[in-house]
């Protein structure tokens, strides 16, 4: 499957911004969804993710009660809803796609076997 994320931007503190990722192949329904992150410097982070069932949500805790992840596997695209956003939320934003993934694996990304190239979320304070 290949990934395809848009919706990056520069938005104030307090505000919102919508993340999606598109995917190709007929096959989009089987796999897991994640959101990671990554800030200058700094290494790969887990944010959200969904299993093929979406009744699985899962979120890193400094998103959690902030950021909505869902999925459209009628439209094979996947959604970040972030809310409230802080400076500290400033980075590239990845989504990815793995199959067969444990829930005790979702947070990991050697979990995931497809990238999108990632999408620029700025946050000024």
């Known amino acids: 499957v290949q990934l395809q994320a848009s919706g990056g931007g520069l938005v104030q503190a307090g505000g919102s911004l919508r993340l999606s990722c598109a995917a190709s192949g007929r096959t989009f329904s089987s796999y897991a969804m994640g959101w990671f992150r990554q800030a200058p410097g700094k290494e790969r982070e887990f944010v959200a993710a969904v299993r093929w069932s979406a009744g699985s949500t899962f979120y890193a805790d400094s998103v959690k009660g902030r950021f909505t992840i869902s999925r459209d596997n009628a439209k094979n695209t996947v959604y970040l809803q972030m809310n409230s956003l802080k400076p500290e939320d400033t980075a590239v934003y990845y989504c990815?796609?793995?199959?067969?993934?444990?829930?005790?694996?979702?947070?990991?990304?050697?979990?995931?076997?497809?990238w999108g190239q990632g999408t620029l979320v700025t946050v000024s304070s």
């Open positions: 990815a796609a793995g199959l067969r993934i444990i829930v005790s694996m979702i947070r990991f990304p050697s979990s995931y076997d497809n």
